[in-house]
């Protein structure tokens, strides 16, 4: 259809006064080309011919179409147009509220949709007239006035619901601003339209609750949980009044049908507890106020939480003392862990359960290992547990309980209580050895070195009437290391002395050569003590072999600066085996089983990865052993790349290319050692000594006298050095023994 011909058609039933023709024409191009314009003209039209209705329906459709478009002005502007015609056209109105709700212009929204509801309410169209009064209050929330206009119109048209819902949010309105008379009228009002509302009466119960009026309160609680009976807070305020005002039994059956469908309600089992409480049943009150308990924990309120639960101590102190354990171990207060658990196994102890109490007590124990109470306690039950009561004479007990109560004492550190018995058994059994055994370990637990050194030398008598040499020489040994200067040990020292030297005439070193294989081997197994025991048996038999003194010397080897100074404990058996097995004692193998060695080692070469270090470095120890030098320096050149075996590996290298003679290369693997050993304990001195003992074959007196010096000053029993000190000394000119050791290395 061509849009040009039908305005012609239509200009020209304008001119000729046809509204009705020209207003066909124009409707034909709305249908075909719908436009807010056109159905403006439209409307024009029909306003010009008199009908003003579809006038109406035109600029309504006009207005629509611009709005949609968001040209809300001239929307804006046709429906003012449209109420200019019709006043009573509440869509317009509404339509003119929205638009000046959009803008932000909530008076003008508000005036609009008043006079939109004022006619749908003569229309009695309360569906829509009760939607434009929740618009109108949602602009205005706070507007009490108008709430109470619209609360009224709503009344009046009978929507009684609806009033009563806008007087209870006046009603708490005021009551979260505080005017208590102005909310409780609110209430009111809402009870009046509607007796039963919820929120009224548990408006009302706080209102009165607030004010002290208990009674009116509960009136209106029994009501509103009467209305509510399966609200649980409704019945739970009920019965707080109910308790306020003394009624008890009343509010504890609120309270037991909450309980009944909620067991675990923490405010219910709180109210619950209140009220056994009040009604004199604390073990009641302490089952319900267990739940408030766990609550309190669940929420890190550990304090609050002990605090509940101390006051219920009386009711099952035991259980309850321990639940508190439990609580002040959570808080990390160890003094309050300590005092609970002393306060519950006191308990347990005067019930009778003393396995219970003890355990507690081991407890208390552990947190003050030096409580002497305790201590005491725990021997005292440990005598009793094993049937001899502390409290008899131990004059009429046997030497055998006695003793047994002495371990006791000793084991819980009661020295003076064990010494007591000990001492009195001692004058009883003067040649009990097991007394001076115990009572010697006390001595020198307290430092008490002279006693120490007695109950050792009673001990050295009594072995050696008892003909037990071995631990004879082994008591004259203690007591030489407790106190080597005591005139005792020095006399029997000398005594025994002068009797190997009276035998060591009808005696040779060689016929114990059977002892002294034992004691080699022992030593390259790593059994240190056996063989030190072994060598130390020759020395007395033999007290002027320096070999033997030599060997001792080498195993003891540790420096008394360094008390239990960390070792390398792999290492310096190693080492020691090393040198042990240096020739001339390591022999060669012979050829028929060097043949087959050599096909071994062929096979063990293939399997051998070059990165396992460890085996490498084993391997070149089995070779030293068997004197085969220069397979185990190939086999310490290896294992000398892995960081953890350089110190080890570089050591043996030395050792090896000492025994070859090779003394520049023993200085060097001595110096790359020390390079590599961390902390200055045992086997960095025993370094320092190869070095030195390297640079001395190699004929670098200065430098080997000034490293032995350094070991002299930090323990002059080391090894051999001080001989090594005096032989050195001949042999340098005098101004040269006192020059100071350069700085040669850093080894750290």
């Known amino acids: 259809m061509d849009k040009n011909v039908i305005l012609k058609e239509a200009q020209k039933y304008l001119a000729r006064g046809q509204i009705d023709k020209a207003i066909v024409e124009w409707e034909k191009l709305a249908r075909e080309t719908p436009d807010g314009n056109i159905y403006n003209t439209i409307g024009d039209l029909y306003l010009k011919s008199g009908d003003k209705r579809s006038a109406a329906e035109y600029f309504h459709k006009s207005a629509d179409f611009f709005r949609e478009g968001g040209f809300s002005l001239k929307a804006l502007a046709l429906y003012k147009k449209i109420i200019n015609i019709d006043t009573s056209d509440a869509g317009a109105y509404t339509a003119l509220g929205e638009l000046s709700e959009d803008k932000g212009l909530a008076t003008d929204a508000i005036k609009y949709y008043l006079t939109a509801a004022d006619i749908l309410s003569r229309d009695a169209n309360k569906e829509k007239f009760l939607g434009m009064y929740e618009r109108i209050l949602a602009l205005a929330p706070s507007n009490i006035p108008l709430r109470e206009k619209v609360a009224g119109l709503f009344l009046k048209e009978g929507l009684s619901f609806n009033a009563a819902r806008e007087y209870v949010h006046i009603a708490q309105y005021w009551t979260e601003k505080g005017d208590l008379e102005q909310a409780r009228s609110a209430f009111a009002k809402v009870l009046d339209i509607q007796p039963d509302n919820k929120d009224a009466l548990f408006g009302m119960m706080t209102i009165y609750g607030g004010k002290g009026d208990l009674q009116r309160a509960i009136e209106y609680a029994r009501k509103a949980a009467g209305v509510q009976p399966g609200d649980h807070d409704l019945a739970l305020r009920c019965a707080g009044l109910l308790k306020e005002a003394g009624a008890t039994d009343e509010a504890m059956e609120y309270v037991l049908k909450v309980l009944e469908t909620n067991p675990s309600g923490v405010e219910a089992n709180k109210l619950m507890g209140d009220l056994y409480l009040l009604k004199g049943n604390r073990e009641a009150a302490w089952e319900a106020y ?144 097991d007394v001076h055994v115990k009572l010697k370990s006390l001595y020198i637990e307290k430092n008490e070195k002279e006693q120490a050194v007695t109950e050792c030398l009673i001990l050295y008598e009594l072995y050696g009437r008892s003909g037990n040499l071995e631990m004879r020489e082994e008591a004259l040994k203690e007591a030489a290391g407790i106190s080597p200067d005591d005139p005792r040990v020095l006399e029997r020292m000398s005594a025994k002395a002068e009797g190997a030297a009276g035998t060591g005439s009808q005696e040779r070193l060689e016929d114990y050569a059977e002892e002294m294989a034992e004691a080699e081997f022992y030593l390259r197994q790593g059994l240190k003590d056996d063989a030190l025991r072994i060598y130390q048996k020759l020395l007395n038999l033999f007290p002027e072999e320096a070999d033997l003194r030599e060997k001792i010397s080498s195993i003891e080897g540790g420096f008394a600066g360094f008390g239990e100074a960390e070792k390398f404990p792999a290492m310096e058996t190693e080492i020691v085996e090393a040198h042990e097995m240096s020739s001339p004692e390591a022999q060669p193998l012979d050829t028929d089983v060097l043949d087959i060695f050599e096909e071994f080692k062929k096979g063990l070469e293939k399997e051998l990865e070059e990165e396992d270090y460890e085996t490498h470095y084993n391997l070149g120890i089995a070779y030293k052993e068997m004197g085969l030098i220069d397979d185990a320096i190939k086999e310490f050149q290896t294992s000398r790349h892995d960081p953890k075996c350089i110190a080890r590996s570089m050591t043996m290298l030395g050792i090896c290319y000492m025994e070859k003679g090779l003394f520049p290369l023993a200085i060097d693997a001595f110096r790359k050692s020390l390079e590599n050993i961390a902390s200055r304990d045992e086997s960095y001195w025993g370094a320092e000594y190869d070095l030195a003992t390297a640079y001395e074959k190699n004929g670098d007196i200065k430098e080997a006298f000034e490293i032995f010096s350094e070991i002299y000053g930090i323990d002059s029993k080391f090894r051999q050095v001080s001989e090594k000190l005096d032989n050195l000394r001949a042999i340098l000119p005098k101004e040269e023994t006192v020059v100071k050791r350069k700085d040669r290395v850093s080894y750290i």
């Open 290 to 433: 267990k739940i408030v308990v766990d609550f309190m924990v669940s929420e890190d309120r550990l304090e609050d939480a002990a605090e509940l639960t101390r006051e219920f101590k009386d009711t099952n102190p035991v259980e309850i003392g321990k639940f508190l354990i439990s609580l002040y171990k959570q808080k990390g207060d160890a003094d309050a862990v300590f005092e609970e658990t002393l306060f519950v196994a006191d308990l347990l102890m005067d019930s009778g359960l003393q396995e219970e109490a003890v355990d507690l007590y081991k407890e208390a124990l552990k947190l003050r290992p030096d409580d002497v109470q305790i201590k005491k306690l725990l021997a005292e039950q440990e005598i009793t547990v094993s049937g001899m009561e502390p409290s008899v004479a131990e004059g009429e007990r046997s030497t055998e309980d006695l003793l047994t109560d002495a371990e006791i004492f000793i084991k819980y550190g009661l020295h003076e209580e064990a010494m007591s018995i000990l001492e009195e058994l001692k004058l009883k059994e003067p040649a009990n050895a």
